[in-house]
């Protein structure tokens, strides 16, 4: 199937050819039909899968089409997301689909002066992108009204549940036209979720597209058995590999995410973190050096790595392994997007060795052992087992490493060892 086929306007698929995109992933081929024809959907999917393309090319042709004569620009497709990055790719999204239609889209989110997109949402826009906080407080303010809005998407909503915002969408939603059509994303379905949905949409088409175990199906995984004082060790030694051109390293806090980043410096590392005590023009400015590759690393908590898309991202690594065993679906799938070779390489200490059962239990697979590197956990931590060793790569020369590793980098070899005592 080609987007040719799916009845778009030229100016869209014009648009879309620029983009170098030709072939509509699976989620694109069965949500533009049934958005074009006017239903809401509910849609279960998760980032990497095409999402946004999903409901972004019908929302622009659906309002090119019913683009009333008015002389001021009123807000008549609005898109809530719970991420500040978030917010800003779904907006990069509508103006790259849509720059040939005319048509003004704009964002806004909090962390920033509300001035200029003040300004902004007085000179007329046709397409909003908000996150909950920030469009509520501009809406209380009466910057902006809502009363035009044909089109709604909440997209992301187990975050929102995630991060509180549900009784921000609750407000959100009394406000709204009942006359409209919503599209309600999700990546997962808890109870919470689906009561939520049934309070947003009108009789829905459905779609489910890579649901949460498959993804994992798709992408190279592998765990590293480290004690948790030799990580910051074990990430530079495998950082001088030249197979790992860039990567995201997840840490489970903000304090954790930047001891890794003081630590890759000192090995001449090229790195930046991410994480909700950074000012947003400083997550965007590194979000934006890793997407052009001045910065090699970035180290993320899960709450603002959510909404980052870097093409052809081949590495992630979880330098601490979620407690939550759907967060680690949704970290690596990071890479691997849109049939893209990917890695995933998780360090695991005895602390973390049930997140990591729970994790092989939702994804039905054992995640494959790296038995031989030269930080192993403790005698006594892990049980013996045959299990095929492999073997990383080491080149000091790579750009980012360091001639001298830490002290304990050594090639040297280990004995055999899995994880039968998970």
Not at 55 to 67: C, G, K, S, T
Not at 162 to 170: C, E, L, Q, S, V
Not at 293 to 310: E, Y
């Amino acid at each position: 199937m080609q987007f040719e086929s799916l009845n778009l306007i030229d100016p869209i698929l014009k648009a879309l050819k620029e983009e170098g995109y030709s072939t509509p992933t699976p989620i694109q081929a069965q949500a533009i039909p049934q958005i074009l024809s006017g239903k809401d959907l509910l849609g279960c999917a998760q980032t990497g899968t095409g999402k946004t393309a999903a409901f972004a090319i019908p929302i622009l042709q659906l309002a090119v089409q019913n683009h009333p004569n008015e002389k001021k620009r009123k807000i008549r497709a609005l898109i809530v997301t719970p991420t500040r990055e978030l917010a800003i790719q779904i907006d990069e999204s509508f103006k790259a689909y849509g720059r040939y239609t005319g048509l003004k889209a704009a964002v806004i989110f909090g962390g920033v002066n509300a001035k200029p997109q003040i300004d902004t949402l007085r000179a007329g826009v046709d397409i909003l992108v908000a996150t909950p906080g920030r469009l509520l407080d501009l809406m209380n303010q009466g910057c902006l009204s809502l009363s035009d809005v044909k089109y709604f998407v909440l997209d992301e909503a187990d975050r929102m549940l995630d991060m509180g915002f549900i009784h921000d969408i609750r407000r959100l939603l009394a406000v709204l036209p009942a006359k409209r059509q919503s599209l309600f994303f999700s990546a997962t379905m808890p109870p919470e979720i689906v009561k939520l949905s049934g309070t947003i949409l009108n009789q829905p088409a459905r779609v489910t597209v890579t649901p949460v175990s498959s993804t994992a199906d798709i992408i190279n995984q592998q765990i590293y058995f480290v004690d948790k004082g030799n990580k910051n060790a074990l990430l530079v030694h495998l950082l001088q590999s030249d197979k790992i051109r860039t990567v995201l390293v997840f840490s489970r806090t903000k304090h954790g995410a930047d001891k890794v980043v003081k630590v890759l410096r000192r090995y001449n590392i090229t790195a930046e973190a991410i994480h909700g005590n950074k000012a947003q023009n400083a997550r965007q400015n590194a979000l934006n050096n890793f997407k052009s590759q001045v910065t090699r690393v970035l180290v993320a908590t899960d709450i603002a790595a959510r909404g980052i898309d870097v093409d052809e991202l081949e590495h992630v690594i979880n330098f601490d392994l979620p407690n939550v065993p759907e967060t680690y679906v949704h970290r690596i799938g990071r890479t691997g997007r849109a049939g893209a070779k990917g890695t995933a390489i998780s360090f695991c200490d005895g602390e973390e060795k049930a997140y990591l059962r729970d994790i092989e239990k939702l994804i039905a697979k054992r995640i494959p052992v790296v038995e031989e590197h030269p930080f192993p956990m403790a005698e006594g931590e892990i049980t013996p087992q045959k299990t095929t060793p492999q073997r990383s790569s080491v080149s000091a020369k790579q750009k980012g490493g360091h001639p001298n590793p830490p002290k304990a980098v050594v090639q040297k070899k280990i004995i055999t060892r899995g994880h039968a005592s998970r």
